[in-house]
């Protein structure tokens, strides 16, 4: 789609949406961070869910079309003009025939450049925002942290006094934007200052037997038990105290949270443990990347028991000039996690090959491959049975396709494995953009 009409396509949605809005007034629940949304909005809506009629943006709907779409509560026409037109007759019907609409909308609100969140915040009226992380993802569309903390802090600024802002306590450039906003606060995470805080995680460090976190959730004096059994990564506990303070704040109560959360799981590519061949175990966190999100998981890496840790990255993109050092500074995360095998591919990650064996890794323990093809052609050369193997990249790397390769039955990737549309799996690899500069 050519740019002229995206930016049509793109106005005709805002119209849409605000009729749809102005007509059924949900209570909008907004989401935004560097890192954490969708696992945040899946804990929020999990448990949102047990008091309301509630819609979740689905999948990647977390931009100027994908919002709107998911207010209309449609899939996108993708090329069909008939596909879209469909869409515009079940816009039609509900705006002038009432129907039972969602009484809740958990909306993904992706920043990728400037602007963005104030085009999004011109059609949709936030009443309970939440801020995960403010980090360097995107920093070479904003050229500094500060100018992220000030698009992002947007969706806090437009906050009404009844409204809440729900903020990482553990991200100080997060409750710097505290200011922002006259709502009330929610806080919450691991330190003492969080109002919503995680105290006592337990966590089964036996790869072969997972049975995820358990921790006490502690707020204003009360103490919950809470067990997340299907969910090994610290970071997403994170993400489901934001969906309690969400709870909180829509006046649940905190027991039947804590039952919700039982059946909280994080979304494919998102670290989830998976079957490998051979008895090996792949935890899968191909869906994206960025310093802060790859440092978490090499931390959980670290956590697990097993007879040998292999580490597979791919390039962390979009990070501008800061990529040479982002991608070096990886390497004392690396050997911390105990990794025994490391393989990095992309023209980015070399420079984390470089600092490995700069520090003194073991040549013959650490590898270096331009394409994920290269990786899979020699791959069998450097892994063996049993091994825990951590597979990460950003989108642009494609590195489910390693994941994919690796499964004890390829047959499941549709379940278990991120970006399996058809119309995705077409795509050729030839390389992201970014690297003709590199």
Partial sequence: MNVNKKKLLEKILRFMARVVLEKYHPIIIGITGSVGKSSTKEAVALIVSRAYFVR????????????PLTIIGA????????????????????????IRYPEVLVLEMGIDRPLDMEYLLSFVSVKI???TQISSSHIAFFGSLGNIAKEKGKLLASLPPDGFAILNSDNKNVIRMQEKTR???LT???????????DNLL???????VEGFSFKLNYEGKTIPVRLPKIIARHHISGALAGVAVGVALKMNLVEI???LENFEPLPGRLRILPGKNGMTLLDDTYNASPVSTRAALETLGEFMAPRKVVILGDMLELGSDAVEEHAMLATDVVASGAQIVVTVGKHMRSLYEALLSSGFPSRQAHWFPYPSSILENLSGIIRSEDLI?????RGMRMEKITEALLIDPSARVTLLCCQSEEWRRRPFIGPSEWENV
């Fill in 183 to 185: 709502a009330k606060t």
């Fill in 390 to 394: 951590l597979i990460k990249g950003s």
């Fill in 258 to 260: 804590a039952e919700a």
């Fill in 75 to 98: 899939k996108s026409g993708g090329a069909s003009i008939f596909a879209w037109g469909k869409i515009i007759c079940k816009w039609l019907w509900m705006v002038i025939f009432p």
């Fill in 129 to 131: 925002g939440v801020v």
């Fill in 188 to 198: 919450y995470g691991f330190g003492l200052d969080a109002m919503l805080r995680a």
């Fill in 203 to 209: 966590f089964h460090r036996d790869v072969k037997r």
């Fill in 56 to 67: 979740k943006a689905e999948g990647n709907y977390n931009n100027e079309i994908g919002i």
